[in-house]
Structures are given as C-alpha cells and as structure tokens.
C-alpha cells in the first residue's frame, strides 16, 4: 500500500510539480492557448513562441493538481526545439508515457490536459496557414 | 437550522455497532476489496448510496417473475406489474409526507423533476419582471434549468446571500423576497458543505408573497429531513439512487394545484387522453407528465428500498449518520493543514467538503483511493460555490447508515497517511536538490 501511495508522488511528477520547468509568460508569445477540466477545475494556459515551425519556447501558468500541473511543465520541457510536423504526430498516449506514472481513466484527464492546450494550438496554426477558419478542437470525441 | 428527524412520534431505535454491523451484512458491495485486496470504505454515498441486496432481488425479481409493460396490456404479468409500480408510487407518498399518490410524479432523476418544472411551469406562467429566487450553494441541476427558464421568460434570478459559515443568510430573506418573487428555488441540503436550510422558513416567507417553492431534496431526503408538509412546499424532487434505490428513477412531488399548472413537456403515449389528427387533449396526473414507459422496474425497486429503509427508521438513520458526522468533524478538525467549508455541525447533515493546503483535492482523493477509501474529488456540481470558496475542487467525504465510526477513522488516518507522504516526498526531494 505504501508504494502505491509513492507512486502517485513520485519524484519525477513532484519535481515538475514543485519547481515546474517554464512557469510563467512569454513577452510576446506566437501564440497561446488556455483550457480547462470542468469536471475537476485544473487549468492550463500554454504559450508557445515559434521560430519558423520551431517551437522555441513553451511556457505555461497553471492551477490544479499534481498531475495537471506536473504534466504541463513536462510537455513544455519535452516539446521545445521540436516542429509542428512532430507535435502533430504525437498522440495521446506518447503523454501518458511521458509523464511515467500509471494513471486510472479519470486522472488522465488530469495528465492530458496541457496536451490537449497543445493540440489546439498545433491544429490552430495548420489552419492559420491554410487559411481555414479557426475551431475549438477536442482530444477527446464527445 | 438546526438538524432534527422528521418525527413519527415513536421512540425511534438507536443504532449500536452490533446493528450496523448486521446491516452492513444487507449490502453486498460493502464487502467487496478494491484494488486486489483493499477493504472498500465508501465514503461517496453522496453521489450515489450503495444498494440492499433486497433492492437487487426486487429487480431481478421482477425481470424474472412478472416483467411486463404497465397500464397496457389486460393480462396477469401486466397486473401484477402496475401493482408493485403503484404500490411504490404510494410508499413514496407516505415516505415524504404527501397525502395522496397522484402527487408523486415519476422521472429519471433530480435533475428531470426540475426541468420539468423550470420549462413546464417557469418558462411558461413567468414574465419579464418576475423574479426566480436562488443561492449560490444550489447544485447545478437546481440552477442551470432556472437559468434557462430565466432566459426563456424574461424573468430575473436573484441569489440569497450566503453566511460566512456557508448557510443561507436568512436575515436578508426580506430584502429578496418582494412582490415579483414567483418561485424560491432551495435545496433542503447542499451536497457540499451539508448544510441544512431551513426551508419552512423559507417556503412562509414565499408563500407570504405567493411565490412558490421548489425544494431540491436530493441530499436531504436520504438523510431523513424530508416532509413536503414541513413548510408546505408546492415542489419537491429527488433521485431514487441516492436513496438505496436504482439509477434512472427520480421523483417530482407536487401540490395538485401546483402540478395542474405544469405544461407537458414532453408528448407521447400515456400521458394523453385523445389523440386525433388536428390535437391532442392530456391524461390527468400523474400520467400527464409520465410520457412513455415508466422505468417500473425500477419503481418496483424503489418500493424495496423505501420498506428497508422504513425497517430501519428514518429517525434512527438521521441520529446515527449525525453521530458519524459529529465525529468526523471532531477528528478530522484535528488535521494540520485541513479546512472544512461547512457550518457547525449542528447546521449540517452528514457530508464534509475539504480542503488541504498543500495537497490539491484531486490528488488527495487519489491518495485516499489508493488506500481504499473512495471519496470525491471536483466541484461537485457546484461551481458557483467554488467560485466563493476561491478554489476549484474540494474534496468531499459523505456518510450513509452503514459507515462505521471505525471508517471515520480510517478516513482521517487515510488524510493523514496522505499528507505524511506527500511531505516526506517533498522534504526528501528538496534535501536531493540541496
Ligand atoms: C443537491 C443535489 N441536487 C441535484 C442532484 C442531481 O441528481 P441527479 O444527477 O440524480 O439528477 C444532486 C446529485 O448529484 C444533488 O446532490
């Protein structure tokens, strides 16, 4: 029991969570993008600043729990230096793995939630660049 | 308010340990491990209550012996059928204080029953100008249908001040009941703090204007504080699951002349008297507002559960579940770091909402979960609420009749097991950084 108790505060998840890696704001970031959990109320605003197709940067400010947060700061770490081409690729899963703890069903939500910031940012600038009007994305089908 | 049983006048019976453990043995799940081999303490009754096995049986029973469609069909199983629907639709009635059966509306839960009124009443008899009466502690499903009625009609919603203490603060009742309030729309319980309103106070100062009042009774009426006489209320509803019985059940109860006012909402087989092709002319109630096939299996398991619960005493229920409340809030106040948003216990039913001031509600209720004590963990339907409290989730603790003082235990020592880890964690972290 003590080790399922450890697991969920293991320390690479409370490292992120209590000294997240680019927490704050961007002077003037590319773009950004804020979501919420409404069953839980955990929120994530994620700014991106983009070289080209580069992400250069990636910032977020947050509120909720370990996981959100935590998962946040380690999407912002994991995705600097990569393209849109490679975000655009990455599912859902590759942030589950990413973040190393098993998650139950109704915590994921918890851990993918800065993920799903990010896919409506990556959707937002395909459109911007094909000129589609833009639209609220869901990783999760209703 | 204070906490007091709706009195049948007899000496009611005192749960003992011995009781409670016997009636622990009626509930199946409660013997159940979680996790591989976690002794399950369900703390979430609050949500939904856990069913008696005699519920279970009355389903199966019925789907076995004597399903059939009700009203309908003139044979024995269709007889049999409307009788165990009509004998629970009359068990209800007594269990809540109505005087007759045709009161009792059956829907699909809480969250129907106000729909049915906010669009079949509100939206239809209010005007711009009037006025809808609410509180920021209601439970979404007794404030978005208001809402929408508010939106459909014109009329405006006002919002009774709360206490510091998280009770409604009745000294300003006067100041937002006046001559436009048409509807005072309360919960006999919030679902969060736990708070006990008192709502025959209330309902005299609405009916002083001729408004009527709703009474959301979806906590309070497990917990025994339900009587539509006290403060004669012109709506109540409730859900069947939070009350031992089956999901997809739920009841609105009505004053005749309160539910001769609801408009149908919804059309179609039962609740008509003639159908031709230029119009349709409707049943009388209950049927009126029943369009469909009834969920009445379920009813029939219903029925099981009000006997079981009428077995035990509502009386005995209400003074037990106190008993574990009282010591819930005496343990766990004890807690460093913990905050309890809620009244004293004597304003309150058995349902604590907390906090921790390191470890977010979410991650405490998943630390929790891994030691086999389910609770809950959000905004239980109540954003408004948490606006108020200034954060977005708290985590809830709710006892039924068959908790144990051994589990209010075992939740604080889960509490504080939690936040031993989560500091050991944390201190270990911060010296591996140094
Ligand atoms: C106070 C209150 N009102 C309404 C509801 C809604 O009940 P249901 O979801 O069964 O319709 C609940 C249940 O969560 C509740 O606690």
Redesign the interface.
Same mark, same amino acid.
């Given at each position: 029991? *003590?080790d399922?108790?450890?697991?969920?505060?293991d #320390?690479y998840i409370? #490292?992120h969570f209590? %000294?997240p890696y680019h927490c704050g704001k961007l002077e003037c970031p590319s773009c950004a993008h804020a979501d919420k959990n409404p069953? /839980? @109320? #955990?929120?994530i605003r994620l700014e991106l600043k983009l070289d080209g197709s580069t992400i250069e940067e990636a910032w977020f400010q947050g !509120? @909720? /729990? *370990?996981? %959100?947060q935590a998962g946040a700061s380690i999407l912002c770490e994991h995705i600097e230096g990569k393209t849109l081409e490679e975000l655009r690729d990455m599912q859902g899963q590759d942030m589950l793995d990413l973040l190393k703890v098993p998650l139950?069903a109704s !915590?994921q939500k /918890?851990g993918l939630l800065a993920f799903k910031v990010l896919k409506t940012l990556v959707y937002a600038q395909d459109e911007h660049e094909s000129d589609l009007p833009s639209r609220p994305v869901s990783i999760h089908p209703r | 308010m204070s906490v007091s049983p709706t009195s049948t006048g007899q000496q009611p019976e005192i749960l003992d340990v011995d009781r409670i453990q016997q009636v622990r043995r009626d509930f199946p799940i409660l013997h159940e491990l979680v996790h591989g081999d976690l002794p399950l303490v369900y703390l979430d009754s609050a949500a939904t209550s856990q069913k008696p096995k005699c519920v279970v049986d009355k389903i199966v029973e019925a789907y076995e012996k004597y399903n059939s469609n009700v009203h309908r069909g003139i044979h024995a199983l269709g007889d049999r059928m409307t009788t165990e629907m009509e004998s629970a639709r009359e068990k209800i009635a007594r269990f809540i204080g109505a005087s007759t059966a045709e009161q009792v509306i059956f829907t699909s839960g809480t969250t129907m029953s106000v729909n049915l009124v906010a669009h079949g009443w509100a939206a239809k008899h209010l005007r711009p100008g009037d006025e809808i009466l609410l509180n920021e502690m209601e439970h979404h499903a007794n404030f978005v249908p208001w809402q929408m009625a508010a939106q459909a009609s014109g009329a405006t919603l006002r919002f009774l001040p709360l206490t510091a203490d998280w009770q409604l603060d009745l000294s300003r009742l006067d100041e937002f009941i006046n001559s436009r309030t048409r509807l005072v729309a309360v919960a006999g319980m919030s679902n969060v703090t736990g708070t006990v309103h008192d709502v025959p106070r209330i309902a005299a100062a609405a009916h002083a204007v001729g408004a009527r009042v709703f009474v959301d009774a979806a906590q309070s009426s497990a917990h025994g504080l339900t009587n539509v006489q006290d403060g004669n209320i012109d709506f109540l509803a409730f859900s069947g699951h939070k009350l031992l019985g089956p999901t997809g059940l739920g009841i609105l109860y009505g004053k005749p002349e309160a539910l001769e006012e609801i408009q149908p909402v919804f059309g179609g087989g039962h609740m008509i008297r003639e159908v031709t092709k230029s119009g349709s002319t409707w049943a009388d109630l209950p049927a009126r507002l029943e369009a469909g096939t009834a969920a009445f299996v379920e009813c029939a398991g219903m029925g099981a559960a009000i006997d079981y619960l009428e077995s035990i005493g509502m009386e005995s229920i209400t003074r037990y579940e106190h008993s574990l409340l009282e010591l819930a809030h005496a343990r766990l106040s004890q807690i460093p770091g913990l905050t309890i948003f809620g009244p004293e216990v004597a304003h309150k039913g058995a349902i604590v909402s907390m906090v921790h001031e390191q470890i977010h509600a979410h991650d405490l209720a998943d630390l929790l979960d891994r030691q086999g004590v389910a609770i809950r963990a959000g905004h239980h339907c109540t954003m408004p609420l948490h606006e108020l409290f200034g954060v977005a989730a708290t985590a809830r603790a709710s006892f039924a009749f068959y908790n144990t003082p051994d589990e209010v235990e075992k939740l604080a020592s889960a509490i504080e097991k939690a936040i031993e880890v989560f500091q050991r964690r944390s201190l270990r972290r911060a010296n591996r950084s140094l």
């Open positions: 029991m *003590a399922r108790l450890d697991e969920l505060y #320390d409370l #490292d209590e %000294s069953l /839980c @109320g #955990d929120q !509120r @909720g /729990c *370990a996981i %959100s139950t !915590r /918890c | -």
